[in-house]
């Protein structure tokens, strides 16, 4: 009987045997399906290599934990080996000692028993290991896939948004032929001041009428007419971007064409809803051209005429930006529009500490010197 049972046990340890063979083949095609992998993704885009770094680690990862495997599964034939000898073992020691150890061989038999049972689920705990390897291959195989695609999707987006900014520029260059070229090539709004100012508002707008090339109301209502077929045409948002503008000629028209939008009361609070402001107080700040510079900041008076604009201006630094602006520059149109700026803010007693702190006042008194 006990020759019987040392036979199945023997056959049982042959079958896994058998099966540890088949997982180490497995391991040594899942391998081999890595270092495919591997060569398929050095051959991929240069976009995307921030994506091999990954891909690379994680196969380091993972070579590293079948590489364990691989080993845990070489210490199990070696742990099957000795136990075989062991039953060798155990069955010529049952034969010599049949009648006097029957009882110690059971116990015996049982471990070995209870051992094997545990080399098999150690066994079957490594192949479901190997299988969650290649689910998890799998998924990244497809998640690179789904990059790639995206990527792809993302450049071509990219590249139609290019087009498309390149063919409203051209639209807009061709439209903005209409726009005035000369000095006051847009118009200019009378500053706002409050009650108590309103001499010195009058003297101030008086002023500046002498320094403009007298305009006949046909001529503005012509101008105003052209300014708003742009923008119905062109529409605020593309005008706005284009202030953006690689080319010189389409951002000096944008900004024209905004500086009379801000003219009109009901113009003033779209173009600052759609990053108008933001985009005049950037030209400002960092525009070296001195029309652009001077039609950003009479756009920016115009604007300022609005109580809510002068505080949103003043909160985003405009103040300090045209300060800065008037000491960049010597031409005298250009102070003309910063110091108009600065004017309609001062007509907000609430700003006049922050004007001060911001040295516009100080660039006030500057410009008038």
Do not use: W
């Not at 690379?56 to 845990?72: F, G, H, P, V």
């Not at 948004?161 to 903005?176: D, P, S, V, Y």
């Not at 109580?307 to 300090?320: F, M, P, S």
Request: hydrophobic share 35%; glycine share 4%; with cysteine.
């Amino acid at each position: 009987m006990y020759e019987e049972k040392i036979a199945d046990l023997i056959k049982q340890v042959e079958y896994e045997n058998v099966r540890s063979i088949s997982a180490e083949d497995e391991i040594e095609r899942m391998k081999k399906q890595i270092t495919d992998l591997q060569v398929l993704l050095q051959q991929n885009q240069v976009e995307i290599s921030r994506y091999h770094e990954a891909l690379a680690d994680t196969t380091k990862m993972y070579e590293e934990r079948i590489e364990a495997l691989n080993q845990q599964l070489k210490d199990e034939r070696a742990y099957t080996v000795r136990t075989e000898e062991e039953l060798n073992s155990t069955k010529k020691l049952l034969r010599e000692y049949q009648s006097s150890f029957e009882i110690n061989a059971e116990k015996e038999i049982d471990e070995l028993r209870t051992r094997l049972q545990e080399a098999c689920q150690l066994h079957e705990t490594t192949v479901n290991e190997l299988r969650l390897l290649s689910v998890e291959y799998k998924n990244l195989e497809s998640e690179k896939t789904t990059v790639e695609n995206e990527l792809h999707a993302m450049r071509k987006a990219l590249r139609v948004e290019g087009r498309r900014r390149k063919e409203a520029e051209t639209e807009l260059h061709n439209i903005m032929k209409g726009v005035p070229e000369s000095e006051d090539g847009f118009e200019e709004k009378t500053p706002y001041m409050n009650e108590s100012m309103n001499k010195a508002a009058s003297a101030l707008c008086n002023q500046q009428t002498l320094h403009k090339p007298n305009r006949s109301r046909e001529t503005i209502l012509s101008q105003r007419n052209t300014i708003t077929k742009i923008c119905e045409e062109v529409g605020l948002e593309k005008i706005l971007s284009l202030l953006e503008s690689g080319d010189l000629d389409v951002q000096i028209h944008a900004v024209k064409v905004v500086a009379n939008l801000a003219a009109e009361d009901a113009n003033q609070e779209k173009i600052v809803q759609e990053g108008g402001l933001d985009a005049l107080l950037m030209l400002v700040e960092s525009s070296q051209d001195t029309t652009i510079l001077r039609v950003a900041s009479g756009a920016i008076a115009n604007l300022a005429m609005n109580e809510a604009n002068q505080v949103l201006i003043t909160n985003k630094g405009g103040a300090q930006l045209l300060a800065n602006a008037a000491s960049k520059t010597d031409d005298p149109q250009t102070l003309r529009m910063i110091a108009g700026a600065i004017a309609n803010l001062c007509g907000n007693e609430k700003l006049h500490v922050i004007l001060k702190e911001d040295g516009a006042i100080k660039a006030l008194l500057g410009m008038t010197r």
